[in-house]
């Protein structure tokens, strides 16, 4: 199946349903239909390849509004569609389905005495990531602020300090979520425990509406972090050396090593606009002194194009991946890695850098997992594939027919890659019908089977059937 064939273009029912007039009625200005000035932009997905025609989009402001909406969708039989920021896409909500766009509900409210933060479901980390540095505190955020907070953690989470603390799902207290039977819940570690523990790792989608999120904040200030880049004629030389590094680096360094073309725009700096590069990225939690130690692994050995590592203010993280914040089409795919090989490196460099043409890809990162990633949290969660030492993500920006062509590109890729690779998937990192067809891949085996009673237990109906493939 291709992006293509997932992304609707079908027009939205004209002349709503009885249960779609019963509902706008309920929620005047929380719910919206084909007429209204607001249902195109409130239908809009980040990467611009899908787009959502739903009958009826629902902005709710409250757990209540969220459960009045499922009542009236569940009772009709309709599809419900789930959506904070857009990033992650999995369902396209089409003509007969209900889209909850979570993004009014963006309260954050942290408590440093306590090191926690509750985050509604439409907040972006950047809204957590202030009042926490205030506060002395890090949140686990991933790459980049611009996402949702909470989307990215019931995915899993996976940050720039995920080595030394963890995903952050593992650092959940509570979560509050609206099941397919329009009841609010808190679920915590001793209140409907399983499926507390089910959202943790599965609930994109797929289990209820999550409408906030309790989680515990980190002491982190500040950090040994940055770039290095290296030209891209360097990149095999690069991945073998990253991959001698890891051998000696310890929990508190959450690493990449990345390949990327950058694009020709003027928003890109001069230094690298349009060339591309080989770079070692990531952030350590200790000293300056030993931060200069562990890079000196690369400055000895070769003098970058561009050394950015240094002392670092965590409230600057997002300049570690400086991740694109404008909306644009293209696809993510990934794989996970329980080693860094030759055949790997040599792969990937040539899909970057040696085509006849420009490589469809902007990137192809490795990042390091381990740590205390591999250990069950305090209290086990979904999330599977915590033994695997190296997640692959591959991302390429594209429209039209050359969408299509990337796509195929990529498949190539995978089948390249295929007996290097565990066949296993970190599902944050998938969108659409890969993520779909690959749900399981992200769990293990005993915990798939369990996540799939959980749903049979929540969503009989199958209500939320535009998230995870648990049915």
Same mark, same amino acid.
């Given at each position: 199946? @291709?992006?293509?064939?997932?992304? @609707?273009?079908?027009?939205?029912?004209?002349?709503?349903?009885?249960?779609?007039?019963?509902?706008? &009625?309920?929620?005047?200005?929380?719910?919206?239909?084909? /007429?209204?000035?607001?249902?195109?932009?409130?239908?809009?997905?980040?990467?611009?390849?899908?787009?959502?025609?739903?009958?009826?989009?629902?902005?709710?402001?409250?757990?209540?509004?969220?459960?009045?909406?499922?009542?009236?969708?569940?009772?009709?039989?309709?599809?419900?569609? !789930?959506?904070?920021?857009?990033?992650?896409?999995?369902?396209?909500?089409?003509?007969?389905?209900?889209?909850?766009?979570?993004?009014?509900?963006?309260?954050?409210?942290?408590?440093?005495?306590?090191?926690?933060?509750?985050?509604?479901?439409?907040?972006?980390?950047?809204?957590?990531?202030?009042?926490? !540095?205030?506060?002395?505190?890090?949140?686990?955020?991933?790459?980049?602020?611009?996402?949702?907070?909470?989307?990215?953690?019931?995915?899993?989470?996976?940050?720039?300090?995920?080595?030394?603390?963890?995903?952050?799902?593992?650092?959940?207290?509570?979560?509050?979520? +609206?099941?397919?039977?329009?009841?609010?819940?808190?679920?915590?570690?001793?209140? $409907?425990?399983?499926?507390?523990?089910?959202?943790?790792?599965?609930?994109?989608?797929?289990?209820?509406?999550?409408?906030?999120?309790?989680?515990?904040?980190?002491?982190?200030?500040?950090?040994?972090?940055? /770039?290095?880049?290296?030209?891209?004629?360097?990149?095999?030389?690069?991945?073998?050396?990253?991959?001698?590094?890891?051998?000696?680096?310890?929990?508190?360094?959450?690493?990449?090593?990345?390949?990327?073309?950058?694009?020709?725009?003027?928003?890109?700096?001069?230094?690298?606009?349009?060339?591309?590069?080989?770079? +070692?990225?990531?952030?350590?939690?200790?000293?300056?002194?030993?931060?200069?130690?562990?890079?000196?692994?690369?400055?000895?050995?070769?003098?970058?194009?561009?050394?950015?590592?240094?002392?670092?203010?965590?409230? $600057?993280?997002?300049?570690?991946?400086?991740?694109?914040?404008?909306?644009?089409?293209?696809?993510?795919?990934?794989?996970?890695?329980?080693?860094?090989?030759?055949?790997?490196?040599?792969?990937?460099? @040539?899909?970057?850098?040696?085509?006849?043409?420009?490589?469809?890809?902007?990137? &192809?990162?490795?990042?390091?997992?381990?740590?205390?990633?591999?250990?069950?949290?305090?209290?086990?969660?979904?999330?599977?594939?915590?033994?695997?030492?190296?997640?692959?993500?591959?991302?390429?920006?594209? &429209?039209?027919?050359?969408?299509?062509?990337?796509?195929?590109? !990529?498949?190539?890729?995978?089948?390249?890659?295929?007996?290097?690779?565990?066949?296993?998937?970190?599902?944050?990192?998938?969108?659409?019908?890969?993520?779909?067809?690959?749900?399981?891949?992200?769990? $293990?085996?005993?915990?798939?089977?369990?996540?799939?009673?959980?749903?049979?237990?929540?969503?009989?109906? /199958?209500?939320?059937?535009?998230?995870?493939?648990?049915?």
């Amino acid at each position: 199946m @291709t992006i293509e064939t997932i992304r @609707t273009t079908a027009e939205p029912i004209a002349s709503a349903a009885p249960w779609v007039a019963d509902l706008v &009625a309920e929620l005047p200005g929380r719910a919206f239909t084909l /007429n209204d000035p607001a249902y195109d932009e409130l239908r809009q997905v980040w990467n611009r390849a899908y787009e959502h025609s739903p009958a009826v989009v629902v902005r709710p402001a409250s757990a209540e509004d969220v459960a009045v909406a499922v009542g009236h969708a569940a009772r009709a039989g309709a599809p419900i569609v !789930v959506q904070a920021t857009g990033h992650g896409i999995v369902g396209i909500a089409e003509r007969d389905a209900m889209l909850v766009i979570t993004s009014a509900m963006d309260d954050v409210v942290v408590d440093a005495e306590t090191w926690t933060a509750r985050i509604g479901a439409g907040a972006k980390w950047d809204k957590v990531l202030g009042p926490a !540095v205030a506060a002395g505190l890090a949140p686990l955020l991933g790459s980049t602020p611009d996402v949702s907070a909470v989307g990215y953690t019931l995915g899993g989470g996976m940050g720039w300090l995920a080595r030394k603390y963890g995903l952050s799902a593992d650092h959940v207290r509570s979560i509050e979520v +609206v099941t397919a039977d329009g009841l609010i819940r808190t679920t915590t570690p001793d209140d $409907d425990a399983d499926l507390f523990w089910a959202l943790r790792g599965g609930g994109a989608g797929s289990l209820g509406v999550v409408t906030a999120i309790e989680i515990d904040l980190v002491p982190v200030t500040s950090m040994y972090a940055g /770039n290095l880049l290296y030209p891209a004629s360097m990149a095999r030389d690069v991945g073998v050396r990253y991959r001698e590094w890891l051998d000696q680096v310890p929990e508190e360094l959450t690493s990449s090593v990345s390949f990327m073309n950058f694009p020709p725009f003027e928003e890109v700096p001069e230094p690298i606009r349009g060339r591309s590069f080989a770079i +070692v990225r990531g952030a350590f939690l200790g000293s300056d002194a030993d931060g200069e130690r562990l890079l000196d692994h690369w400055r000895s050995w070769r003098t970058p194009v561009l050394d950015m590592w240094g002392p670092m203010p965590f409230a $600057d993280v997002a300049t570690i991946s400086n991740d694109p914040l404008d909306p644009m089409p293209g696809m993510s795919s990934t794989e996970w890695l329980d080693a860094i090989t030759d055949e790997i490196i040599d792969t990937l460099a @040539t899909a970057l850098f040696e085509q006849d043409g420009p490589s469809p890809l902007v990137f &192809a990162e490795i990042r390091h997992a381990g740590g205390a990633i591999a250990r069950e949290p305090e209290y086990p969660n979904a999330y599977g594939n915590r033994q695997r030492q190296h997640v692959l993500q591959v991302v390429g920006v594209a &429209a039209g027919p050359e969408l299509v062509l990337l796509e195929e590109f !990529v498949r190539q890729l995978q089948v390249d890659l295929a007996p290097h690779i565990a066949g296993v998937a970190y599902l944050n990192f998938l969108e659409g019908a890969e993520k779909v067809r690959r749900t399981s891949e992200g769990f $293990d085996r005993d915990a798939f089977d369990r996540l799939r009673l959980i749903k049979a237990e929540f969503d009989p109906h /199958n209500v939320f059937s535009h998230g995870l493939a648990l049915v």
